[in-house]
């Protein structure tokens, strides 16, 4: 039922390599929001976007993850030097916005680091 | 400790079985989603809530944000009800959803 597509599907990085995935959003939602989810299924809230304006991000996102929403362009979350704690699931979802609404998910980025 | 308690984390029921789940929030929760994973991680929305319930099929939810819980309820459960159920909160204008950790539903014929 999500149009929110991401890429790729699954990511294998070696320690200290980049690692770089993308969303479209599906169309209309001016909200995407970032999630990381590790293998006890814990969700962390790392950044959201309205437009191609940061909302909030978390100090990890600060530091060693970046991330954008370009106009007509796929949003992207990258981390600048994989670490082994890194390897989870990264999640896309994108909202309406104009308030508490519904998030879409993406099929997320399943991110290993050796 | 953690803002949104699901429970049970895991759950077996037999096929045509009826069960609950339940989320208690720390936070004063103004807004509730229920999703389902499946096991390849995508997540489906079941149910966006303001106080209140929701019945969608054999699914049906409810969210009192004044007791600071909800449920979401699965009557005559199949096997593709399989899969993570969790619930995301938000609380006041801090539109940043806080999720459970989950509770696994395996149904068996």
């Known amino acids: 039922n999500s149009k929110v597509i991401q890429t790729p599907r699954y990511l294998v990085k070696g320690q200290g390599q980049k690692a770089k995935m993308r969303c479209i959003p599906e169309?209309?939602?001016?909200?995407v929001f970032w999630y990381q989810q590790n293998k006890n299924n814990e969700f962390k809230f790392l950044i959201n976007?309205?437009?191609?304006?940061?909302?909030?991000q978390i100090d990890m996102t600060e530091k060693r993850f970046s991330a954008e929403c370009p106009s007509n362009s796929p949003c992207s979350l990258e981390i600048q030097s994989s670490e082994a704690g890194d390897s989870a699931l990264y999640l896309c979802a994108s909202s309406p916005g104009g308030g508490a609404e519904t998030l879409y998910f993406g099929s997320g980025t399943r991110l290993t680091v050796l | 400790g953690d803002k949104v308690k699901q429970s049970p984390s895991a759950l077996s029921l037999q096929e045509g079985t009826n069960s609950a789940l339940r989320c208690n929030f720390s936070i004063a929760a103004t807004t509730v989603q229920w999703f389902l994973q499946n096991p390849r991680g995508s997540l489906m929305n079941l149910f966006y809530l303001v106080p209140g319930t929701k019945e969608n099929g054999r699914l049906k939810s409810a969210f009192d944000s004044k007791e600071s819980y909800s449920t979401l309820h699965i009557r005559d459960a199949q096997l593709e009800d399989s899969g993570t159920y969790f619930c995301a909160a938000v609380s006041g204008g801090n539109y940043k959803p806080t999720f459970g950790k989950g509770t696994s539903l395996v149904v068996h014929p």
């Open positions: 976007f309205q437009n191609q304006e940061v909302l909030q």
């Open positions: 169309k209309g939602h001016p909200v």
